[in-house]
């Protein structure tokens, strides 16, 4: 079963499939971008623990 296609056919198919990589390449160039992170988003716990960091630290420097 062979088929025959024109070589515009072809063309237009080869076409398509480039547009449909660079369409797939930008969507991921978007999605890996990296955003600067918001005191927001750090975590509850780690927030925490730099906040004791900080009580221990000036406690001590105000005992010497």
Known sequence: MKEHYSVNEILSAIDDLQNIKKE?????????????K?????????????????KTIKSKLQSE
């Open 24 to 36: 797939k390449k930008a969507d991921t160039i978007i999605l890996n971008k990296s955003y600067p």
């Open 38 to 54: 918001k005191k927001s988003e750090i975590p509850p716990n780690t927030l925490k623990l730099i906040e004791e960091a900080e």
